[in-house]
């Protein structure tokens, strides 16, 4: 069983950046990928970006890379995702998410001005 709580969100305006954190529980979370989804009001819920077990390897959805970059931290079993460059269409609740499994309550991103 993994546990996994998400925090960092919050209200910004177009351009400006923000620090997504999901702090898992579980002994076994390192040996996990993670994964970054959000869904948007009246959309579904859709992937952001990916990464392995060991942190070596990452994936984006198109419309994020360059501006988004997930991260990891085994040791003290957290994810990150790192958000520069906010645009209105990045306003989302975003989802942590454990090898397709398991996942968090969400925390809320608007990027309004």
């Known amino acids: 069983q993994v546990q996994l709580v998400e925090s960092g969100g919050g209200l910004v305006q177009p351009g400006e950046s923000l620090r997504l954190s999901c702090a898992a529980s579980g002994s076994i979370f390192s040996i996990y990928a993670m994964y970054w989804y959000r869904q948007a009001p009246g959309k579904e819920r859709d992937l952001v970006a990916s990464i392995n077990a060991g942190g070596s390897s990452a994936n984006y959805v198109d419309s994020v890379k360059g501006r988004f970059t997930i991260s990891r931290d085994n040791a003290k079993a957290m994810v990150y995702l790192q958000m520069d460059s906010l645009k209105p269409e990045d306003t989302a609740v975003y989802y942590c998410?454990?090898?397709?499994?398991?996942w968090g309550q969400g925390t809320l991103v608007i990027v309004s001005s």
């Open positions: 998410n454990a090898g397709r499994f398991y």
